[in-house]
């Protein structure tokens, strides 16, 4: 079994059609229905076109040599009775295309966003377990394409279906056994379907973490953090080695494969190929008897061809289906994981503000790990008193900043806000009243505003300028011609390239633009200057002079101005 309730290689269990519709439709069905007609007139068109074809063959062919005037009408009837369903078939393709662009992007970003959503729920312990993560990387990759393909399959088996049944009734009107032997010979390409599908769904289950590892080697080359280090480290040639031969592997595996299903697919076609020559030969035969005329010769022999044909496309868009349904459980298992469903069903009323954020007996692990990085951690936050914690690397400081954050749930004791458990509070307004600046916190690609807006959307641009003065950027804004509105990245169109400082500073900026109680700050001062560093935590106190701070460093120059300084050593405070 997988890590997340996947299932067992080689006994795939595909969702039912019913579910997979619910999990992949957004809530407006008239779209889907406006789809569904436009492909249940495109499956009656090649019944029409045969009809066409009849008519136009038996009126060339009652007319007397020498003399077609008799035959005329009946010939222009019947290449207009053609053309007319050549245009309308046009006009359908276009509409249904165009339309069914339309519903395959809605229908995709309906499933991308629902994939979006519930990864923003799911707590960091969970995503920082490997089975999971390829799970989750399963249902990224379907999320993108399947549920539009779903659809498409969806119609494609109706028109399969409505142009079978047509031509199963035009063979029908000659010989009962006809689309019965159609039918029949059908029967091992379904086998083969079948194989094929579950062979594919198995691939992609034993070489999930080949991919995904694949997709990130190629991305850490052109990466904007880790280039720099493999190329300076002359670490490319072997990167370029290690992901070739990955490829390779990945590669040659999905060969096999395609070699297997082509080998079944020569012997299950040429099945189907003898039945439909066999029908030719008897339908040729009941021409010779006069039982058939030329045209009805020419629209059965093509009956028969369009009825394998259409029991072709109908086993394919079955087996498409199952397919689908069978990898949109990845997307349907991560959409399902308990873990998202972070929230209880009704929330403690919020604190007043200001309020203390207090640790009582908190002890927490990664999952994986022996030993536990905090043991029995007690703190109290006053609202207006700034705290260092200092300690050496390994000591558990960065860790005990994500728990604040509420990122990591402790394994015993708790974090109370206002004497609420935070576990009680809705997270959403519990991040509301915290400012969290992490040890790799960095700035997005967009520009300054959007950065320090998405953090503080009601800040104002007072508020904005204010954070920017405290980070020590106010200087540098001023001498970029666009400002706030300067795009952050090279990459980005006119888009400012920032030093590791600076990008620093625009992280607590953006940290310093919200309206909290309390600010958590691991390494402020990284980057700063001495004289900067010195004046943070001063100019924090007159700035927001009710708001409780806990600043990690090692910096004594950002450090001095504390009220109390806590040293955590092997996880415990002393």
């Not at 469903?341 to 640790?359: I, K, Q, R, W, Y």
């Not at 307004?429 to 960095?442: K, P, W």
């Not at 919200?514 to 106190?541: G, T």
Request: proline share 6%; glycine share 8%; hydrophobic share 50%.
């Amino acid at each position: 079994m997988t890590g997340s309730g996947g299932l067992s290689p080689g006994k795939p269990k595909p969702l039912a059609l019913a579910t997979a519709l619910r999990l992949c439709l957004p809530a407006a069905r008239g779209p889907v229905v406006l789809q569904l007609l436009f492909l249940l007139a495109s499956g009656l068109i090649p019944l029409a076109g045969l009809h066409a074809m009849r008519l136009l063959i038996d009126a060339v062919a009652s007319a007397t040599p020498g003399n077609p005037d008799a035959a005329w009408p009946n010939v222009l009837f019947a290449v207009g009775f053609a053309a007319t369903i050549a245009l309308f078939g046009v006009v359908l393709r276009s509409l249904s295309g165009w339309h069914g662009e339309r519903l395959a992007r809605a229908v995709t970003d309906h499933a991308v966003d629902r994939l979006q959503r519930q990864v923003a729920t799911i707590p960091l312990a969970r995503l920082d377990d490997p089975k999971f993560h390829d799970q989750l990387h399963k249902a990224g990759q379907e999320a993108a394409a399947r549920p539009a393909r779903l659809i498409q399959d969806v119609g494609a088996l109706l028109v399969a279906l409505v142009m079978l049944l047509s031509m199963v009734w035009t063979l029908g009107s000659v010989a009962l056994w006809l689309p019965i032997l159609a039918m029949l010979a059908a029967a091992p390409i379904a086998w083969a379907r079948a194989r094929q599908t579950a062979a594919a769904y198995d691939w992609q289950e034993r070489h999930a973490n080949d991919q995904r590892q694949a997709i990130y080697l190629g991305s850490v080359l052109g990466s904007k953090t880790a280039s720099k280090d493999v190329r300076a480290l002359g670490m490319v040639s072997t990167l370029l080695a290690r992901t070739a031969a990955m490829r390779t592997r990945l590669r040659e595996s999905a060969l096999r494969l395609a070699r297997e299903r082509a080998f079944v697919d020569i012997g299950v076609q040429a099945i189907a190929s003898l039945a439909m020559f066999a029908a030719y030969a008897w339908l040729g035969w009941q021409a010779l008897a006069g039982a058939l005329t030329i045209g009805g010769l020419v629209m059965q022999a093509q009956a028969v061809q369009r009825a394998q044909n259409g029991i072709r496309d109908l086993l394919s868009a079955r087996a498409a289906l199952v397919e689908d349904r069978l990898f949109l459980q990845h997307l349907q298992q991560v959409l399902d994981d308990p873990a998202g469903v972070t929230s209880p069903p009704s929330f403690s009323p919020m604190p007043d503000s200001p309020a203390v954020l207090a640790v009582e007996g908190l002890t927490f692990g990664y999952p994986g790990m022996t030993a536990p990085v905090l043991l029995g951690i007690d703190l109290r936050l006053q609202p207006g008193e700034h705290v260092a914690l200092i300690g050496r690397n390994g000591s558990g400081k960065s860790t005990l900043v994500k728990l604040l954050a509420g990122l990591y749930e402790p394994e015993s004791g708790r974090i109370a806000f206002g004497g609420v458990d935070v576990r009680e509070l809705d997270p959403a307004a519990f991040a509301e009243r915290l400012g969290v600046l992490f040890q790799d916190s960095a700035p997005l690609e967009m520009t300054l505003r959007e950065n320090l807006q998405l953090a503080a959307p009601t800040a104002d641009e007072a508020r904005l300028a204010e954070a920017l003065e405290l980070a020590g950027l106010t200087e540098l804004v001023a001498s970029w011609p666009r400002g706030l509105d300067t795009p952050l990245g090279r990459r980005l169109q006119d888009g400012q390239e920032l030093s590791a400082g600076q990008a620093r500073r625009v992280a607590l900026a953006r940290v310093l633009a919200r309206d909290v109680d309390v600010l958590i700050l691991d390494e402020p001062a990284a980057f700063l200057d001495e004289a900067s560093a010195q004046a943070l935590l001063p100019a924090l106190r007159r700035a927001r002079p009710r708001c409780a701070v806990l600043i990690v460093d090692h910096r004594p120059a950002a450090l001095g101005a504390a009220d109390r300084t806590l040293l955590l050593d092997q996880g415990r405070l002393r």
